[in-house]
């Protein structure tokens, strides 16, 4: 048996418990370049223990809803940053954490120009774009020691469509 989770927008306030939404919303902070760009300006708090930050390219495979999930994962050395390269929706599914594993899920439907910055410790679902391509810079920690934990639900969680 599997249990369901509906999806919601993903906001700042909604997502604030989990991390920072990456987006030019609002009014920008500067402008720069002669006029020609607006700045939004110091959008996520990136947090590190030993190491340093470091930009990767994922291109993970697309999903499409309903979507099972069976497992989560976190960086306790580490805030990650999943910014797309497309202009796509794509899932963002987190959870708070209870003694040690995943509560209950909860999942983003990030637009386009949204990406997220999950705070160090903070149990996500792994990369889910739902269309192609699934190319996204990902900034993490770049360190020793293992920064992953993963979790393993008995029974998966069913994300469908709203």
């Known amino acids: 048996m599997t ?4 999806p919601e927008p993903l906001t700042a306030k909604a997502f ?3 991390g920072d939404v990456l987006a030019a919303s609002g009014d920008a902070d500067k402008i720069i370049n002669q006029g020609l760009c607006s700045r939004f300006h110091d959008r996520a708090r990136l947090d590190f223990t030993e190491g340093r930050a470091g930009i990767s390219i994922f291109d993970a495979v ?3 809803l309903p979507h ?3 497992m989560m994962e976190r960086h306790p050395d580490g805030s990650q940053a999943f910014v797309p390269m497309h202009q796509n929706d794509w899932l963002v599914i987190v959870a708070a954490d209870a003694d040690g594993t995943p509560g209950a899920p ?3 439907v990030a637009s386009q120009g949204q990406g997220v910055n999950f705070h160090r410790g903070t149990w996500h679902g792994v990369l889910t774009p ?3 391509p699934g190319l996204f ?3 993490d920690r770049i360190g020793p020691g293992d920064n992953l934990e993963e ?3 008995e029974t998966p969680w069913r994300v469908t469509a709203n």
């Open 62 to 64: 697309p999903r499409s």
């Open 16 to 18: 604030a418990p989990f």
């Open 151 to 153: 979790h393993w639900f």
């Open 137 to 139: 810079a990902v900034i």
């Open 106 to 108: 909860r999942a983003f």
């Open 130 to 132: 739902l269309a192609p």
């Open 68 to 70: 099972d999930l069976d």
């Open 3 to 6: 249990r369901t989770i509906r």
